[in-house]
């Protein structure tokens, strides 16, 4: 529930600089006008589902604080590994491939990781024990009711031709023979289920050995990926995907215990609207 802060606090805030100024303030904590609109722009989103999802991180992150729950830097390290290695990368290589799509440091994505991996810790403390593991019937009703969701294919190999000149990135794919220096060209297997939705679509609707249309990434270069091969399952009958089936219900069911319970969480906070972006 929102609560009206007292007058001459009230003041002060309006009193700040419109772009650094105060949006709302989660139990004591300011999300300000600023981070809404980076919101907005990383997950192109309007002002009211970016100030829902900052107000979610905020309580998540006091959550965490108040249930004591922490990660290792060695934790860290492992799920970096372990993802790594599920690109068929070495950590420096993969750093690098994080480095030039997200433009992020290492030291950056480490902190990205271990902020994964505190939430994962309180939706464990939250959900798992709430949660029943799915029946036979409610697997098969799963199964029937989703099938076209399981006709998607396992993993897109392709070339990544990035660049920060938009025009240098256009003259190459267009010219393959074309040396251009500030143009990187690596290879990747891109698995569906760790890709956007967005970026799933566009490679199903590319044609095999061919382009991309040119993206902008938030870090300001731009990425045309080169279809080489789809992959696709190698079973897709309802045995095969059983334990798929089993894993997505249970995620759906998490999801549920867990908005359910910052519902509620945010109903009994102190969240104080003090601006809303236009």
């Not at 290589?93 to 992020?104: D, H, K, M, Q, W």
């Not at 690596?186 to 991309?212: M, W």
């Amino acid at each position: 529930m929102y609560k009206i802060l007292l007058p001459l606090i009230f003041s002060a805030l309006l009193c700040a600089e419109p772009i650094n100024g105060a949006s709302v303030i989660v139990k004591g904590d300011i999300i300000t006008l600023y981070d809404v609109k980076e919101e907005m722009r990383v997950l192109n989103v309007n002002s009211t589902v970016a100030t829902d999802s900052l107000i979610r991180k905020k309580l998540e992150a006091a959550e965490i604080s108040e249930r004591k729950i922490s990660v290792t830097s060695s934790e860290v390290y492992d799920d970096i590994k372990k993802v790594a290695a599920a690109n068929k990368m070495g950590i420096d290589e993969f750093y690098e491939a994080v480095r030039n799509s997200n433009g992020f440091s290492s030291a950056e994505f480490k902190e990205k990781t271990k902020e994964k991996l505190l939430s994962q810790k309180l939706y464990s403390a939250i959900a798992y024990s709430s949660i029943e593991t799915p029946k036979e019937d409610e697997i098969k009703e799963y199964y029937e009711l989703h099938k076209e969701d399981f006709s998607h294919p396992v993993a897109f190999k392709t070339t990544i031709y990035s660049s920060y000149s938009k025009d240098a990135l256009q003259k190459k794919i267009t010219t393959p023979m074309y040396n251009a220096s500030d143009v990187k060209v690596e290879e990747q297997v891109l698995p569906f289920e760790r890709i956007s939705p967005e970026l799933a679509k566009l490679l199903q609707n590319t044609q095999i050995n061919s382009f991309t249309p040119i993206i902008s990434e938030p870090n300001g270069s731009f990425v045309s990926f080169y279809l080489k091969e789809i992959q696709n399952p190698k079973e897709t009958n309802y045995e095969g995907l059983k334990n798929q089936i089993v894993n997505l219900i249970m995620e759906r069911k998490r999801e549920q215990v867990l908005s359910d319970y910052f519902a509620r969480l945010r109903g009994n906070a102190e969240i104080q609207v003090i601006r809303e972006v236009k």
